[in-house]
T-cell receptor, first 112, second 112 residues
Framework: KQEVTQIPAALSVPEGENLVLNCSFT??????LQWFRQDPGKGLTSLLL?????REQTSGRLNASLDKSSGRSTLYIAASQPGDSATYLC???????????FGTGTRLKVLA | DVKVTQSSRYLVKRTGEKVFLECVQD?????MFWYRQDPGLGLRLIYF???????EKGDIPEGYSVSREKKERFSLILESASTNQTSMYLC???????????FGPGTRLTVL
């Protein structure tokens, strides 16, 4: 059974710092892995999607990597800003199924 | 831009009422999903639909039903609302292939 873990559950950093959020999954038979951002009381906003054949994806200050063999994905945020404060979730899409397994998220606070 | 809309942002209902939550997407996506999100439990899949009139149970379908009469619209029905169905309900859609999920803004349902 696929399990997705995100550690730490919460993180506070000063503005301008580069940071890494971690996502671990137990089953390497994934089709893709998707990173989301969620603001309080809102829906999920898609940030990056990495297909199983890819190693990383970049969008602006965000870079996501995928290592299927070790069951890990990381989201790198460069030069963090207070507006980056949100909960970040990862979701693993298991190959051959319609199921996405979500982690419980990392709550990020960037201090001005 | 992909747009997924949900009929209400906030909803308050009484125990035993029949509740309809509606979701509409404008990107001609085949796949649509209903999740609920609870603190500490993350996102859990209630139902999934991969085509008009086609549906599959997710991890927690008990107490819920769904309807998909048109490709763009996916409805979640609580036949007889109970207090343990108080939650944030999130709708998502995706296209086959890349399978990137796009979420609506969510409906915060309170059952009194």
């Amino acid at each position: 059974k696929q399990e997705v873990t995100q550690i730490p559950a919460a993180l506070s950093v000063p503005e301008g710092e580069n940071l890494v959020l971690n996502c671990s999954f137990t089953d390497s038979a994934i089709y893709n892995l998707q990173w989301f951002r969620q603001d309080p009381g809102k829906g999920l906003t898609s940030l990056l999607l990495i297909q199983s054949s890819q190693r990383e994806q970049t969008s602006g200050r965000l870079n996501a990597s995928l290592d299927k063999s070790s069951g890990r994905s990381t989201l790198y945020i460069a030069a963090s800003q207070p507006g980056d404060s949100a909960t970040y979730l990862c979701a693993a899409h298991r190959s051959g199924t319609y199921k996405y397994i979500f982690g419980t998220g990392t709550r990020l606070k960037v201090l001005a | 831009d992909v747009k997924v809309t949900q009929s209400s942002r906030y909803l308050v209902k009484r125990t035993g009422e029949k509740v309809f939550l509606e979701c509409v997407q404008d990107m001609d996506h085949e796949n649509m999903f209903w999740y609920r999100q609870d603190p500490g439990l993350g996102l859990r899949l209630i139902y999934f639909s991969y085509d008009v009139k086609m549906k599959e149970k997710g991890d927690i379908p008990e107490g819920y039903s769904v309807s998909r009469e048109k490709k763009e619209r996916f409805s979640l029905i609580l036949e007889s609302a109970s207090t343990n169905q108080t939650s944030m309900y999130l709708c998502a859609s995706s296209a086959p292939g890349l399978n990137e999920q796009f979420f609506g803004p969510g409906t915060r349902l309170t059952v009194l």
